[in-house]
């Protein structure tokens, strides 16, 4: 089954403890990318990649790092997460040539103390 | 101002009602713009493209005005499984030549018996 998978869930913790959330897609896309979404907001774009070790800013990469060290996967790490980032975090990849038309993942919710 | 602004509602509509949705953008270089669709707590999937001609699937037509920067999105013959939230989407092409989309905060949807 062609999908996007995030990990963990759920996730509570404490100010400044380093975590990551994983993300892997099966459908060899080579686009990946980050949002987060809060009440009112909508989805904002952390980061990008548009294919292995290529990564771009989005519109809200401050306290937000990713790698791509292969095409499946595309982490997230908060190095020092704040309250501030206590949001859901989606997950996305697509086709290089249909961008638009992104899968996303089923979402991270993250609460940070 | 937003870059992309929707009526956040709620809409609550009986079934069988008819209910259109609309939504402005600010940047009049967007080429691609989209409905997503999102049900509570999970992650929003593409509902359909927007052409400038207008187009329809089955009880869902889209209509984009390029002029007045304006997109819509009209439900007939509204089901309880229509009831979520709507997501207006529209990309640019950015860096690299992948498109960027930029979401609206949704307007939600909720379809009574």
């Known amino acids: 089954e062609a999908q996007v998978t995030q990990n963990p869930r759920y996730l509570i913790t404490v100010t400044g403890k380093k975590l990551t959330v994983t993300c892997s897609q099966n459908?060899?896309?080579?686009?990946m990318s980050w949002y987060r979404q809060d009440p009112g907001l909508g989805l904002r774009q952390i980061y990008y990649?548009?294919?292995?070790?290529?990564?771009d800013k989005g519109d809200v990469p401050e306290g937000y790092k990713v790698s791509r060290k292969e095409k499946r996967n595309f982490p997230l790490i908060l190095e020092s997460p704040s309250p501030n980032q206590t949001s859901l975090y989606f997950c996305?990849?697509?086709?290089?040539?249909?961008?638009?038309?992104?899968?996303f993942g089923p979402g991270t919710r993250l609460t940070v103390l | 101002r937003k870059e992309v602004e929707q009526d956040p509602g709620p809409f609550n509509v009986p079934e069988g009602a008819t209910v259109a949705f609309n939504c402005t953008y600010s940047n009049s270089a967007s080429q691609s713009f989209f409905w997503y669709r999102q049900d509570c707590r999970k992650e929003p999937k593409l509902l359909m493209s927007v052409y400038s001609s207008g187009n329809e699937d089955g009880r869902f037509t889209a209509q984009l005005n390029r002029a007045s920067q304006y997109i819509s999105l009209l439900i007939r013959d509204s089901k309880l499984s229509d009831s979520a939230t709507y997501l207006c989407v529209v990309s640019l092409i950015s860096s690299g030549s992948a498109r960027q989309l930029t979401f609206g905060s949704g307007t939600q949807l909720t379809v009574l018996p």
């Open positions: 996305a990849s697509s086709s290089i040539s249909h961008t638009d038309t992104q899968y």
């Open positions: 990649s548009m294919n292995v070790e290529v990564t």
């Open positions: 459908m060899n896309h080579e686009y």
